[in-house]
T-cell receptor, first 113, second 113 residues
Framework: ELKVEQNPLFLSMQEGKNYTIYCNYSTTSDRLYWYRQDPGKSLESLFVLLSNGAVKQEGRLMASLDTKARLSTLHITAAVHDLSATYFCAGLNYGGATNKLIFGTGTLLAVQP | DTGVSQDPRHKITKRGQNVTFRCDPISEHNRLYWYRQTLGQGPEFLTYFQNEAQLEKSRLLSDRFSAERPKGSFSTLEIQRTEQGDSAMYLC???????????FGQGTRLTVV
């Protein structure tokens, strides 16, 4: 079964700095999802990456996918306090009755002024 | 359509009591998923419905858990004889196909005291 690992688990950043969250996965998964979760809230979809080399950008966030390395990255540019949240990556696990999302443990991002 | 809706948002119950949660998916989505999320972890798959048929259950779903989707629209998740270890956020998600993006509801936070 697919396993998904994220690092770091916790990231404290200063406003204006850049950083990258890494997501490694164990078996073939040709699509990768990034979600944001605010405390006590549900999951907000950020990006769906569908193919090798896919890159998507929204505001200060940019996600990429390398299926050969089984690696996705979420890059944060010039962080602002509003980006403070937990970020999850998830791969699509093929098998069983359906494809299902398998999530990493999340990266808690705290952006300090 | 306003997205996936879950009710209640919060539930506090005494150990040993039964609880039931409801999920209303996006109307044209025939696939429905239940996930459980404990503090500091990513969501874990519990069970999956395609229309009214429950096609897959995780080994996390003990005999005390039962889920239904009687008319292929809304779904219920019941936990009998609740235990403190059942305390978690229960998330519902729906999708149009197994390959399309899953949208999550706001979740039901269960606290067993």
């Amino acid at each position: 079964e697919l396993k998904v690992e994220q690092n770091p688990l916790f990231l404290s950043m200063q406003e204006g700095k850049n950083y990258t969250i890494y997501c490694n996965y164990s078996t073939t998964s040709d699509r990768l999802y990034w979600y944001r979760q605010d405390p006590g809230k549900s999951l907000e979809s950020l990006f769906v990456l569908l193919s090798n080399g896919a890159v998507k950008q929204e505001g200060r966030l940019m996600a990429s996918l390398d299926t050969k390395a089984r690696l996705s990255t979420l890059h944060i540019t010039a962080a602002v306090h509003d980006l403070s949240a937990t970020y999850f990556c998830a791969g699509l696990n093929y098998g069983g009755a359906t494809n299902k999302l398998i999530f990493g443990t999340g990266t808690l991002l705290a952006v300090q002024p | 359509d306003t997205g996936v809706s879950q009710d209640p948002r919060h539930k506090i119950t005494k150990r040993g009591q039964n609880v039931t949660f409801r999920c209303d998916p996006i109307s044209e989505h025939n696939r429905l998923y239940w996930y459980r999320q404990t503090l500091g972890q990513g969501p874990e798959f519990l069970t999956y419905f395609q229309n009214e048929a429950q096609l897959e259950k995780s080994r996390l779903l003990s005999d005390r858990f039962s889920a239904e989707r009687p008319k292929g629209s809304f779904s219920t998740l019941e936990i009998q004889r609740t235990e403190q270890g059942d305390s978690a956020m229960y998330l519902c998600a729906s999708s149009y196909t197994s390959d399309t993006e899953a949208f999550f509801g706001q979740g039901t936070r269960l606290t067993v005291v």
